[in-house]
T-cell receptor
Framework: SQTIHQWPATLVQPVGSPLSLECTVE??????LYWYRQAAGRGLQLLFY??????ISSEVPQNLSASRPQDRQFILSSKKLLLSDSGFYLC?????????????FGPGTRLLVL | GENVEQHPSTLSVQEGDSAVIKCTYS??????FPWYKQELGKRPQLIID?????GEKKDQRIAVTLNKTAKHFSLHITETQPEDSAVYFC????????????FGTGTSLTVIP
């Protein structure tokens, strides 16, 4: 069966520091991968999605970037964090073989920028 | 692109009553509509989904209906229980927008014992 991992689970970082969040998927190949951010008490904001290695689509211009160095690995980065980057970061995947594939979420990373 | 609207934003019901959450979408090509439940501090979990080739789907106390003509779909929870209290999100995906999912803004459901 498929499993999605995210780490770290929680992170407290000072403003201006760099960020690296990692997501990996097991049990499938060539998945579509997504990064979402959820501010406290708010909805899901799509940040990036990827249909393959090295293919990244950005939904919101900001100080974040994403990379997909391997088929089942998706990384979210920042060179300098802002206070507004605080939130719950969720990685998600679909099978990618056809439209209408179910999307599953990872356990998330809770980021607090101080 | 697709635009998904969700109502109400908050909903309180007595235990045992029914709850209904409604979503509308704008892209008539959207063909997949999942519903997620998110408990406090946890990830969204898929609870039910429907594809555009059916009008209704039921799983125990949960059902989803889809009206393609009106471009709206609804989540129905019957015989609500306190453990149903959570935030519920609807979503839509369309072949026109590749592999993106468009989410509603969420409904906070409280079931009062």
């Amino acid at each position: 069966s498929q499993t999605i991992h995210q780490w770290p689970a929680t992170l407290v970082q000072p403003v201006g520091s760099p960020l690296s969040l990692e997501c990996t998927v097991e049990g499938t190949s060539n998945p579509n991968l997504y990064w979402y951010r959820q501010a406290a008490g708010r909805g899901l904001q799509l940040l990036f999605y990827s249909v393959g290695i090295g293919q990244i689509s950005s939904e919101v211009p900001q100080n974040l970037s994403a990379s997909r160095p391997q088929d089942r690995q998706f990384i979210l980065s920042s060179k300098k964090l802002l206070l507004s980057d605080s939130g719950f970061y969720l990685c998600a995947w679909t099978g990618g073989r056809r439209f209408g594939e179910t999307q599953y979420f990872g356990p998330g990373t809770r980021l607090l920028v101080l | 692109g697709e635009n998904v609207e969700q109502h109400p934003s908050t909903l309180s019901v007595q235990e045992g009553d029914s709850a209904v959450i409604k979503c509308t979408y704008s892209d008539s090509a959207s063909n997949y509509f999942p519903w997620y439940k998110q408990e406090l501090g946890k990830r969204p979990q898929l609870i039910i989904d429907i594809r555009s080739n059916v009008g209704e789907k039921k799983d125990q106390r949960i059902a989803v209906t889809l009206n393609k003509t009106a471009k709206h779909f609804s989540l129905h929870i019957t015989e609500t229980q306190p453990e149903d209290s959570a935030v519920y999100f609807c979503a839509a995906s369309s072949p026109n927008t590749g592999n993106q999912f468009y989410f509603g803004t969420g409904t906070s459901l409280t079931v009062i014992p």
